[in-house]
């Protein structure tokens, strides 16, 4: 029972509020965004909604929810059956088991007036209230539509831009989804690189420890080395000491064994053997320098006379060089007797050109005559045209006069256009101080009937609790 007095008062202050506002004047500023039933009957049924004035006139509450929904469906792509799981699931989790106990269609409305209370705000209107979906009135329809079909117009005349932006918000959307994946394989990753670094820190800390040990031993044989590179260098040193004692000894044992190889003939032969090798001797030995003076005296003749051949090759050379320069003052001659005719028949054809010329002045000089001729005449033309032409300034500087005066005319009554826009505009202020008044008012309404289904829902929860 208490449920039932509290609904008949949250109908009742609506129904007043209604009656309120059905009392209203309808503001001025929504005189312009208004539009005829005929018109508004003819829109809604090119959306695809079989709808006529008489159906504005007199409003069925079922009629006028399945427009909003395809307009609603239109624009935002939402209808109640859109809405459905989110109200089901929103029931479920509030009345639990016994979420049958609010009807499917009421939540769905209520879901659904969500949706379109937000869209509606966005095309002007602040005051729709839910009763607008339960008991429309043709003032609250005809301004609802009015602005609710201007915003679809406004819509198409800037679908170029809505998409784009549109289009904008996807490619963001996308991205935002992709870096968000990105950020999960990232940090999966992130993850097992930490693991792996655990592992890696337990593995690393032996290593080092063997690294310390490895390292003491480097330096154990490090000295070791030492060591044994200093003896190295001593042998070494000893090496190269015997070495060189051992070649010596070598070379000396191989010059004394030539020396020998040379003196054993001698020691072997007699000294009548070798008095007569050296009798031999000397005879070769004296035939050898006759030979060598007989070829001195050769080299000194051929000498001379490669001597006397390059005198005259000299002389040769000389004489080759004047043939040249001689042929060369030939071919200059020819060359210039060649040039000398081309300039004689040059001369008699630039002679022909010059006769040619002066007819071509004579005929050229004619021409400027008729030329000059032509020009007077056209000179005369010219002065005739001046004269027409400022004629015809004078009857635009007329005319100009008279519409400097209209124009005067007509920036007086934009003046006065200008101050009735102003009377219109301060009447606007007004109206949105109105609006606001009735938003505080919608609103407080609002949060009313959300409190009143609040206490419902927990009285229902206690009841089933009971």
């Known amino acids: 029972m208490t449920f039932n007095t509290r609904m ?125 979906l339960t008991k429309p009135t043709h003032e609250r329809l005809v301004k609802i539509f009015s602005h609710l079909i201007n915003f679809i117009r406004f819509r198409e005349a800037h679908t170029g831009t809505i998409d784009t932006h549109f289009n904008k918000a996807e490619v963001t959307k996308a991205r935002i989804e992709n870096l968000y994946s990105e950020n999960q394989d990232m940090e999966a ?24 040990d490895i390292k003491n ?93 390059t005198t005259v090759q000299g002389d040769v050379a000389s004489c080759t060089k004047v043939l040249t320069e001689i042929s060369a003052e030939i071919a200059k001659e020819e060359e210039e007797a060649t040039q000398a005719a081309r300039r004689k028949d040059a001369l008699s054809e630039r002679s022909n050109n010059v006769r040619e010329v002066e007819r071509g002045e004579s005929h050229l000089q004619r021409q400027l005559t008729r030329l000059h001729e032509k020009t007077q005449g056209l000179r005369e033309g010219s002065n005739e045209k001046a004269e027409a032409a400022r004629k015809r300034m004078e009857e635009l500087k007329v005319m100009h006069k008279g519409l400097m005066e209209e124009g005067a005319v007509k920036r007086r009554e934009i003046d006065s256009r200008r101050m009735k826009v102003e009377v219109m505009e ?30 419902y829902i927990k009285e229902m929860e206690q009841s089933i609790q009971v």
Not at 41 to 57: H, K, R, W, Y
Not at 428 to 453: Q, R, S, V
């Open 8 to 132: 008949s008062q949250q109908f009742q202050s609506s129904s007043q509020h209604n009656g309120y506002r059905s009392k209203q004047k309808p503001d001025d500023s929504d005189t312009f965004m208004r539009l005829p039933d005929r018109e508004i009957a003819g829109c809604i049924t090119d959306i695809g909604v079989p709808f006529s004035a008489e159906d504005l006139q007199k409003p069925n509450p079922q009629h006028i929810q399945k427009v909003f929904e395809w307009c609603a469906e239109l624009l935002l792509n939402t209808t109640r059956e859109t809405v459905e799981p989110a109200m089901r699931a929103a029931a479920e989790d509030v009345c639990g088991e016994n979420n049958e106990i609010i009807p499917v269609d009421t939540r769905n409305l209520m879901g659904f007036y969500v949706s379109l209370r937000k869209l509606l705000l966005e095309c002007g209107i602040h005051d729709f209230s839910f009763s607008d």
């Open 189 to 212: 990753r992130l993850q097992q690189m930490r693991l792996e670094r655990k592992s890696l820190l337990a593995s690393f800390k032996d290593k080092e420890k063997q690294y310390e």
């Open 217 to 309: 031993k480097l330096l154990t044989l490090r000295k070791n080395q030492e060591k044994i590179t200093v003896q190295y260098e001593g042998l070494r040193e000893e090496r190269g000491r015997l070495t060189k004692t051992l070649e010596d000894r070598t070379t000396r044992w191989i010059q004394l064994q030539q020396d020998s190889s040379k003196l054993r003939p001698y020691a072997s032969q007699s000294s009548a053997a070798l008095q007569a090798n050296l009798v031999s001797l000397g005879d070769s030995l004296s035939k050898s320098k006759n030979n060598a003076d007989s070829l001195e005296k050769r080299h000194r003749a051929l000498h001379t006379s490669a001597d006397t051949f």
């Open 426 to 455: 301060k009447k606007a202020a007004d109206l949105k101080e109105n609006i606001a008044g009735e938003i505080h008012a919608t609103h407080d309404e609002y949060m009313k009937m959300e409190a009143h289904i609040n206490l």
